[in-house]
């Protein structure tokens, strides 16, 4: 169990799922939690879901906090540190999980002295699977990243990486899962043009998607090697690949992740 409290500023979904993963994890308790947000019903969902105490009032959560975690929407990132200005102590490690939103922004507010680490999730956290990317600024040390690792392995895996590829970490697995979620779709319509009832096709285009990303995670092995195996000569796998070459899948997904990437860029850019 870890002996630190943790305050969320903002109750949401992504609060909420990364406070269930710690107290699931058994890494905290439901004492050691604090969320604050304006919502009386984000609160309550809150308190309901984990147990745990909330408040209407940022402050709260600065003043009791060891860990503070900026869980609010980018175009509320300037009014909540400008609430919190001067309130964050040299002892408190802040973590912020707003998209777009860059360090230097942050501690431009809260001043250099601030243990800043940026986290870029995914909505797979909501159900324990997520990935979680995450960079150190300002004071933060190499042990305050072994905090945020330990957080958001508790719903998911993190990795830590340089501020400068979160863009396209926000191209890749930020956006990725809507990009998953075209490909099980697809799939399952050409299960379902094949014959098959619609909710046996979801359930194979979405398990074999599981199955694959596992393979891949688990066995070590590049992608390609494990395609090879699959793929027999003559047979069935190889004629399904060169129709998705021919439909140009491949160059369609790197063109999302950098279409995705661009964006992230130019939204933070305006930030």
């Known amino acids: 169990m870890m002996n630190v409290t943790i305050g969320?500023?903002?109750?949401?979904?992504?609060?909420?799922a990364l406070g269930q993963g710690l107290i699931r994890a058994g890494l905290i308790a439901q004492d050691q939690l604090l969320?604050?947000?304006?919502?009386?019903?984000?609160?309550?969902?809150?308190?309901?879901?984990?147990?745990?105490?909330?408040?209407?009032?940022?402050?709260?959560?600065?003043?009791?906090?060891?860990?503070?975690?900026?869980?609010?929407?980018?175009?509320?990132?300037?009014?909540?540190?400008?609430?919190?200005?001067?309130?964050?102590?040299?002892?408190?490690?802040?973590?912020?999980?707003?998209?777009?939103?860059?360090?230097?922004?942050?501690?431009?507010?809260?001043?250099?002295?601030?243990?800043?680490?940026?986290v870029m999730p995914n909505t797979p956290c909501l159900v324990g699977r997520g990935v979680s990317a995450y960079c150190l600024a300002g004071a933060a040390t190499p042990g305050d990243g072994e905090i945020v690792a330990r957080i958001f392995g508790a719903v998911g895996v993190a990795l830590q990486v340089e501020e400068k590829w979160m863009d396209a970490v926000t191209g890749l697995s930020g956006s990725g899962p809507a990009f998953a979620y075209v490909m099980i779709e697809a799939l399952s319509d050409g299960g379902v043009k094949m014959g098959l009832p619609r909710h046996v096709a979801t359930t194979l285009a979405a398990q074999t998607l599981l199955g694959a990303a596992t393979m891949v995670l688990d066995s070590g092995e590049h992608p390609a090697v494990l395609k090879d195996r699959v793929a027999?000569?003559?047979?069935?796998?190889?004629?399904?690949?060169?129709?998705?070459?021919?439909?140009?899948?491949?160059?369609?997904?790197?063109a999302a992740v950098e279409a995705a990437t661009r964006r992230a860029s130019e939204l933070a850019a305006g930030a």
């Open 8 to 16: 969320l500023i903002g109750a949401g979904q992504m609060a909420t």
């Open 35 to 118: 969320a604050s947000d304006p919502s009386p019903s984000a609160r309550e969902r809150f308190s309901q879901t984990l147990g745990a105490r909330t408040t209407p009032d940022n402050l709260d959560v600065v003043d009791w906090a060891q860990v503070v975690v900026l869980a609010v929407k980018p175009q509320q990132m300037v009014e909540v540190l400008n609430q919190i200005r001067g309130k964050i102590s040299p002892q408190r490690l802040v973590i912020s999980i707003a998209a777009g939103v860059r360090c230097a922004a942050i501690l431009e507010t809260l001043g250099p002295q601030t243990r800043l680490v940026r």
């Open 232 to 254: 027999s000569p003559g047979g069935t796998t190889i004629a399904g690949l060169q129709a998705l070459e021919a439909g140009g899948l491949r160059a369609a997904l790197i």
